[in-house]
């Protein structure tokens, strides 16, 4: 049993270092979105709990979601992005936390696609008051 648990580590960790030094495979603006992503996340982060204004990491993601749709990213590419950005977590935990994003998806494809700034601000502004996400305001 330890044998298989060494066998299991290494091949986790070979898995996760060949992904990392990878050169990219995906498009340009797949990546872009992953930095956007990340950088969603590295705000979020630094909210403070206590804050009134504090809304849920799956909130912020469903807004920015929205704003990716304008770019007309599609639906499968967002999930398929989210996945890369979680690849470093390769736990049955990292995987449920994935999967507990499908109602982000829902709740980000309720609004319609804008095509101008007007609209933009309509759509953010509609987001923000209806949803209750005043904090969105500070990402």
Same mark, same amino acid.
């Given at each position: 049993?330890?044998?298989?648990?060494? %066998?299991?580590? &290494?091949?986790?960790?070979?898995?996760?270092?060949? &992904?990392?030094?990878?050169?990219?495979?995906?498009?340009?603006?797949?990546?872009?979105?992953?930095?956007?992503?990340?950088?969603? %996340?590295?705000?979020?982060?630094?909210?403070?709990?206590?804050?009134?204004?504090?809304?849920?990491?799956?909130? &912020?993601?469903?807004?920015?979601?929205?704003?990716?749709?304008?770019?007309?990213?599609?639906?499968?590419?967002?999930?398929?992005?989210?996945?890369?950005?979680?690849? &470093?977590?390769?736990?049955?935990?990292?995987?449920?936390? %994935?999967?507990?994003?499908?109602?982000?998806?829902?709740?980000?494809?309720?609004?319609?696609?804008?095509?101008?700034?007007?609209?933009?601000?309509?759509?953010?502004?509609?987001?923000?008051?209806?949803?209750?996400?005043?904090?969105?305001?500070?990402?």
């Amino acid at each position: 049993m330890k044998k298989l648990l060494i %066998l299991i580590y &290494a091949l986790l960790i070979t898995h996760t270092a060949y &992904a990392i030094n990878e050169p990219s495979q995906y498009p340009k603006e797949l990546q872009e979105l992953g930095l956007y992503i990340d950088s969603t %996340l590295d705000k979020i982060k630094n909210i403070p709990d206590n804050n009134e204004d504090f809304c849920s990491t799956q909130s &912020a993601f469903a807004f920015n979601i929205m704003e990716m749709r304008q770019k007309g990213v599609d639906y499968s590419d967002i999930y398929h992005l989210m996945n890369i950005n979680n690849k &470093a977590d390769l736990t049955t935990k990292g995987m449920d936390k %994935l999967d507990s994003y499908k109602g982000v998806f829902e709740e980000a494809y309720d609004y319609p696609v804008y095509e101008s700034k007007e609209d933009k601000g309509t759509a953010t502004t509609f987001y923000m008051t209806y949803k209750n996400h005043q904090c969105l305001l500070s990402l």
